[in-house]
Antibody, heavy 119, light 110 residues
Framework: EVQLVESGGGLVQPGGSLRLSCAAS????????MSWVRQAPGKGLEWVAY????????YYADSVKGRFTISRDNDNNSLYLQMNSLRAEDTAVYYC????????????WGQGTLVTVSS | QSVLTQPPSASGTPGQRVIISCSGR????????VYWYQQLPGTAPKLLIY???QRPSGVPDRFSGSKSGTSASLAISGLRSEDEADYYC????????????FGGGTKLTV
């Protein structure tokens, strides 16, 4: 059974940092592209970042470029999102999702982890 | 303001057919596939349609997708109460502003 389980969310002060993790199981993780997508309270979905299966290609939304870094460990079936210089507008549930090359997130999503940026 | 434009709301009665539209431009829908997601309250999004009109296994054939030019549509026939949810379209975008774009979402009331 394919599973994606996010962790690492929590309350952080503006300007602070947080590292999200996504543990993958039930499929060949190293064969799939991965994305992070977030959803602010009561708002729609916003794509955040994308990483290719071989870690050679990363893309970021303009809203997080220069502050967030997506990475992955194919040996440990894990996806990460390092979030620095956090702002109140980064408050959201963050989902990891499996995908394919140059396509939107696909068939499997995690349950999400809540990040709250507040003083 | 989302790159892809969806109506904020739609409604129908049980058994009816409802269509949700998604409008974009040549850099996204015009040149790339469209995906549709269903999000039930308090849950993660679920893939409903991929590559314009393909259904993942387990998605009922009451759900169908289509694309024409720079617009796409999600049709739901035989509407059921459990279809009440938020629906989002998404596409890859060839412009420099970011490769994945979502619609603002459509809240379907049954």
């Amino acid at each position: 059974e394919v599973q994606l389980v996010e962790s690492g969310g929590g309350l952080v002060q503006p300007g602070g940092s947080l590292r999200l993790s996504c543990a993958a199981s039930g499929f060949t993780f190293r064969s799939f592209e991965m994305s992070w997508v977030r959803q602010a309270p009561g708002k729609g979905l916003e794509w955040v970042a994308y990483i290719s299966s071989g870690r050679t290609t990363m893309y970021y939304a303009d809203s997080v470029k220069g502050r967030f870094t997506i990475s992955r460990d194919n040996d440990n079936n894990s996806l990460y999102l390092q979030m620095n210089s956090l702002r109140a507008e980064d408050t959201a549930v963050y989902y990891c999702a499996r995908g394919e090359w140059l396509l939107p997130p696909g068939d499997y999503w995690g349950q999400g982890t809540l990040v709250t940026v507040s003083s | 303001q989302s790159v892809l434009t969806q109506p904020p709301s739609a409604s129908g009665t049980p058994g009816q057919r409802v269509i949700i539209s998604c409008s974009g431009r040549s850099s996204n829908i015009g040149n790339n596939y469209v995906y549709w997601y269903q999000q039930l309250p308090g849950t993660a999004p679920k893939l409903l349609i991929y590559k314009n009109d393909q259904r993942p296994s387990g998605v009922p054939d009451r759900f169908s997708g289509s694309k024409s030019g720079t617009s796409a549509s999600l049709a739901i026939s035989g509407l059921r109460s459990e279809d009440e949810a938020d629906y989002y379209c998404a596409s890859w975008d060839d412009s420099l502003s970011g490769p994945v774009v979502f619609g603002g979402g459509t809240k379907l009331t049954v």
